[in-house]
């Protein structure tokens, strides 16, 4: 079925640390793994993307990778700030334009 | 350019009532999403327009819930009659077509509260 998990619904860092989030999903036919932030109130905006064919992609301070074979993704952000502090979604396409999202992870960065 | 629009932000209503969500997309974006989003959890779909023609609708409660995009553009979603566990943001997205790849932007979103 479609699924994807998300962990750790909480995180807590110090600023300037690292913060990492893995999503599993099971459907095989997914390509396409988006990751959303969204801070207090506000909509969700995409922070960066990665696609089936591509195993790691970074943008500045933070990254995505991907394992095909064991059907997990990750964000990771380095030197992480105070306004980073969001929760952050993952999300998979099934490839049938459906997307699916996970529970998320609230990130609380620790000045 | 202009985001995507929703209206109104905020709605408290009785549970058993009516309430209707409005949404206007990006200009030219083809594909229109509403998602419902429960305090705590991710965004799930409802559904999915593709111009003006329905892609998923799987996971809208169709003895309550209904959307419609008659021209194409702007799309309404109603609940009818609502229930307490309806409380949720309400978010549209579009996207320049339903291509998986392709980024979603997200309204601001509809707050309901039923009471």
């Known amino acids: 079925g479609e699924n994807v998990e998300q962990h750790p619904s909480t995180l807590s860092v110090q600023e300037g640390d690292s913060a990492v989030i893995k999503c599993t999903y099971s459907d095989s036919a997914s390509n396409y793994f988006p990751w959303y932030k969204q801070e207090l109130g506000k909509r969700p905006q995409l922070i960066i993307d990665i696609r089936s064919n591509v195993g790691e992609k970074k943008d500045q301070r933070i990254a995505v990778t991907l394992n095909k074979t064991a059907k997990h993704f990750s964000l990771h952000i380095t030197e992480t700030q105070p306004e980073d502090s969001a929760v952050y979604f993952c999300?998979?396409?099934?490839?049938?334009?459906?997307?699916?999202f996970g529970a998320g992870t609230r990130l609380f960065v620790k000045a | 350019e202009a985001g995507v629009a929703q209206s109104p932000r905020y709605k408290i209503i009785e549970k058993r009532q009516s309430v209707a969500f409005w949404c206007n997309p990006i200009?030219?974006?083809?594909?229109l999403y509403w998602y419902q989003q429960i305090l705590g959890q991710g965004p799930k779909l409802l559904i999915q327009f593709q111009n003006n023609g329905v892609v998923d609708d799987s996971q809208l409660p169709k003895d309550r819930f209904s959307a419609e995009r008659l021209k194409g553009v702007d799309s309404t979603l109603k609940i009818q009659p609502a229930k307490l566990e309806d409380s949720a943001v309400y978010l549209c997205?579009?996207?320049?077509?339903?291509?998986?790849?392709?980024?979603?932007?997200f309204g601001p979103g509809t707050r309901l509260t039923v009471l």
């Open positions: 997205a579009s996207s320049i077509s339903g291509a998986s790849y392709n980024e979603q932007f």
């Open positions: 200009s030219g974006h083809a594909t």
């Open positions: 999300a998979e396409n099934t490839g049938g334009f459906k997307t699916i």
